[in-house]
T-cell receptor
Framework: AQTVTQSQPEMSVQEAETVTLSCTYD???????LFWYKQPPSRQMILVIR??????QNATENRFSVNFQKAAKSFSLKISDSQLGDTAMYFC??????????FGQGTELSVKP | EAEVAQSPRYKITEKSQAVAFWCDPI?????LYWYRQILGQGPELLVQ????????DSQLPKDRFSAERLKGVDSTLKIQPAELGDSAMYLC???????????FGDGTRLSIL
């Protein structure tokens, strides 16, 4: 079975600093997508960044970047220059060839002023 | 930016009662998803529609849950009878097709007393 594991239930970071959220996954597929979603308190889940497994180059979206290690099945999210608005639950998700999105347990990130 | 609309935002009901949730996807999105998110966990797919057809309902407890998307646009998820363990956030998402990014609604938070 395909699984996504986020080993950090909670993390905190000072405003303007950098934080890295970890994610590992398990699959036998070679082609797939990986995502990071952000879910602010009482607000909708929004897509932060996505990575195609066949691309070696790590995806970047403004202050958000990933470290994709396909052989290690690792997909970490780095947030640079953290802002108070980054406070949220962050979910790593795996999209398989069957069209199913599988989420990790989430990491609750608190950005402190 | 177009959004996925869900109602109600909150629902409190007693066990054994019937409850229904409604979702209106982004216009033109052929694929619609219902997820259940238990507090502190990632969302889990309940049912996926492609237009009006069910593509995947393998995780839907069919003895008490039903879902329909009669005209291939908006969708209703029903629980009858509700149980205490059904307390959760119910999220609706839509995408242009099954291999495109999913856009989430605000969700319906269900509390069973």
């Amino acid at each position: 079975a395909q699984t996504v594991t986020q080993s950090q239930p909670e993390m905190s970071v000072q405003e303007a600093e950098t934080v890295t959220l970890s994610c590992t996954y398990d699959t036998s597929e070679s082609n797939y997508y990986l995502f990071w979603y952000k879910q602010p308190p009482s607000r909708q889940m929004i897509l932060v960044i996505r990575q195609e497994a066949y691309k070696q180059q790590n995806a970047t979206e403004n202050r958000f970047s990933v470290n994709f290690q396909k052989a290690a099945k690792s997909f970490s999210l780095k947030i640079s220059d953290s802002q108070l608005g980054d406070t949220a639950m962050y979910f790593c998700a795996f999209y398989n060839q069957g069209g199913k999105l599988i989420f990790g347990q989430g990491t609750e990130l608190s950005v402190k002023p | 930016e177009a959004e996925v609309a869900q109602s109600p935002r909150y629902k409190i009901t007693e066990k054994s009662q019937a409850v229904a949730f409604w979702c209106d996807p982004i216009s033109g999105h052929a694929t619609l998803y219902w997820y259940r998110q238990i507090l502190g966990q990632g969302p889990e797919l309940l049912v996926q529609f492609q237009d009006e057809s069910v593509v995947d309902d393998s995780q839907l407890p069919k003895d008490r849950f039903s879902a329909e998307r009669l005209k291939g646009v908006d969708s209703t998820l029903k629980i009858q009878p509700a149980e205490l363990g059904d307390s959760a956030m119910y999220l609706c998402a839509s995408s242009l097709s099954s291999n495109q990014p999913q856009h989430f609604g605000d969700g319906t938070r269900l509390s069973i007393l």
